[in-house]
């Protein structure tokens, strides 16, 4: 569920690569002040385990469907909020280079969403209150569940979000929203466990890592590196090597639900079932409808549209006004939401 | 895409950005603030238009040329890539199903124009952070990042990943060679077989990672990757930037395409 830059206007764009460079530059101030030299080359090989398994997919039991791992929250629970977003953010920086996975100012945006819900909203918000310390071993499971579910809901909804804010698509909102939030609850819950797998992996051979991280203290300098690396590059093995071998051919997750809308073959006909009900939910909540997310009925495009040139409509500059303000006011209320969990928990 | 594929991508790529032309030896800062000029100047163009964008296929096609970068390796990388995109503009023809006559007598759907746009600001917005990393090295990124303010800290791990990178995926794509070569049909691929591979690859990547961490510290490696190279904006640097700014504003505030269009018709009539 990578943003795409064709997708996104200037104003949205930019708007979350200012997001996304705030962030790296508080979590890289946070980590400087107590960064142990040995979890440089860890956080490295972490990122190099993160994209090896991303390169895989695989079938998600039922749907036919496939995904692959976000990652956020493994690297979350191993390594902490401001280390595991780095190692995210370098792993999506490859990616956009690499496979123009996105692209460059969709950078931005996906730092955003597969970084800043995981590490920085669903572990301090869902995963560490239900996991607990991490002793409890019956938790990790519903914990990891729990948030990677969270996480990838609001990844999912911010991409729908952004799109639409970008205004350069005819999908209606309602639609958008119905196919991608159920397609990322599977995800969702496929990466849940497998997080929970590898926790597991890690509690049962370094169980000491764990806990440094529960305590948020840097690594012990007794844990020997090279046992931390070996599971680690271990696992990287296993995922990028073996599971390449059986590695699904079925589309990606977004993929699979739009061929099952469109195979349905009831689209321009969409005035009964889910489209129908989609329009009322977007008439309902459709907090701008004249917008331009979706066209007036029974207006031409044709005639509106001549190329009169240059075109300032109003929609592109409330769209930048409103990305901003939106951003700035995620931003203010993750922080404002740990600052208060933070209280919290220290009282 | 398979792991192979993948990985070959990556290579050839990785490659591609050590050769040694006048494109590869511009500033890498140059060459990162022209890029993000560029992709924010495409996608600036509103929902409906196409041709206007047109020109901006000069500038890949250039990088592409003066690079001596193959334009049929990055034009199947630009399809190859996770079309998300597509998918979600394939829409737009469904939505939007008002008209606009594109020509005299001729007039299509404004979703058709829409998805039109899309496309183009893909194939575009693609292909140029291809060429980028195709004409500038990782590294080479990774240092203009360092310059252009982004923290110490978050450029040594993105060096370090791309280190790891090619360790881990060189020594699995080696063992699962070797396999390959002494499996037939489906023997040798059991899971005897395998544990013992990984294993291997498990102790060699782990000796390896940590010969190169001891080989940092014994060379004074202190939380940061230090670069020799000294990079100063020279004046073909400058040439660059200004003259790829003022063709990307030119070609954003002037519709060049039907500029020249009315000049042809002009003469012609």
Not at chain 1, 35 to 46: H, N, S
Not at chain 1, 229 to 257: N, R, Y
């Amino acid at each position: 569920m990578h943003m795409a830059d064709a997708l996104l206007s200037p104003a949205v764009g930019t708007a979350f690569w200012a997001g996304a460079i705030g962030t790296i530059g508080f979590a890289s101030r946070k980590l400087k002040a107590r960064l142990d030299d040995r979890k440089i080359p860890l956080m490295g090989v972490a990122g190099a385990f993160i994209f090896a398994s991303q390169m895989i997919n695989f079938t998600i039991p039922g749907t036919g469907s496939s995904g692959h791992l976000g990652g956020g929250l493994i690297l979350t629970i191993l390594l902490g909020p401001h280390a595991a977003f780095l190692v995210m953010a370098s792993v999506l920086t490859v990616q956009a280079l690499f496979f123009a996975d996105g692209g460059l100012l969709a950078l931005g945006c996906n730092i955003w969403n597969l970084g800043v819900y995981p590490c920085f909203v669903a572990w301090p918000l869902i995963y560490k209150p239900l996991a607990g310390d991490g002793r409890d071993r019956r938790r990790i499971l519903p914990a990891s569940v729990a948030s990677a579910v969270a996480g990838l809901q609001m990844g999912a909804f911010s991409v729908v979000l952004q799109t639409l804010l970008s205004g350069k698509i005819a999908l209606p909102f309602g639609t958008f929203l119905l196919v991608m939030q159920p397609i990322h609850l599977a995800i969702g819950a496929v990466e849940g466990f497998v997080t929970a797998g590898v926790i597991h992996y890690v509690r049962a051979v370094r169980p000491e890592m764990l806990d440094s991280v529960a305590s948020t203290r840097p690594l012990a300098a007794g844990i020997s590196l090279r046992n931390v690396l070996a599971g680690f590059i271990a696992l990287a093995v296993v995922t990028g090597g073996a599971l390449t071998w059986f590695a699904s051919t079925h589309p990606d997750g977004l993929e699979w639900s739009i061929e099952r809308i469109s195979g349905k073959g009831g689209l321009p006909g969409q005035e009964h079932g889910i489209a129908a009900a989609a329009k009322r939910l977007q008439e309902k909540i459709a907090f701008l409808p004249d917008y331009g997310f979706k066209p007036p009925e029974g207006k031409s495009r044709g005639t509106e549209e001549a190329p009169a040139w240059p075109n300032i409509d109003a929609g592109t500059s409330a769209s930048g006004l409103i990305g901003g303000l939106l951003v700035l006011a995620m931003a203010l209320g993750i922080g404002w939401a740990i600052r208060a969990f933070r209280g919290k928990r220290s009282t | 895409m398979t792991f192979e594929a993948s990985f070959s991508g990556i290579g050839r790529l990785d490659r591609l950005s050590y050769r040694d032309t006048a494109v590869h030896r511009l500033d890498p800062r140059a060459k990162v603030v022209a890029t993000m000029l560029y992709v924010v100047a495409v996608i600036s163009f509103p929902k409906y238009e196409v041709l206007s964008l047109l020109p901006f296929f000069l500038f890949p096609v250039l990088m592409a040329a003066l690079g001596d970068i193959p334009a049929g390796f990055i034009a199947r990388k630009v399809v190859a890539v996770s079309p998300f995109a597509v998918f979600v503009g394939m829409f737009n023809p469904l939505f939007d199903p008002g008209t606009v006559a594109i020509a005299p007598g001729v007039s299509v759907s404004a979703g058709w124009v829409s998805f039109a746009s899309i496309l183009v600001k893909f194939a575009l917005t693609i292909s140029a952070a291809l060429l980028l990393i195709a004409t500038t090295s990782f590294p080479g990124i990774c240092r203009a990042f360092r310059r252009l303010g982004m923290p110490a800290l978050f450029v040594s791990q993105l060096l370090f990943l791309y280190r790891y990178l090619f360790v881990l995926m060189e020594e699995t794509m080696r063992v699962v060679r070797a396999r390959d070569l002494r499996s037939f049909g489906r023997r040798g691929t059991g899971v005897r077989v395998f544990v013992r591979i990984v294993a291997t690859l498990f102790l060699r990547t782990v000796e390896r990672a940590e010969r190169i961490y001891g080989a940092m510290l014994a060379r004074g490696f202190r939380g940061e990757v230090p670069s020799m190279r000294r990079e100063a904006l020279g004046p073909s640097d400058a040439v660059f930037v200004l003259a790829a700014a003022s063709f990307f504003a030119l070609c954003r505030l002037v519709p060049v395409p039907e500029t020249i269009g009315r000049l042809v018709r002009g003469f012609t009539g």
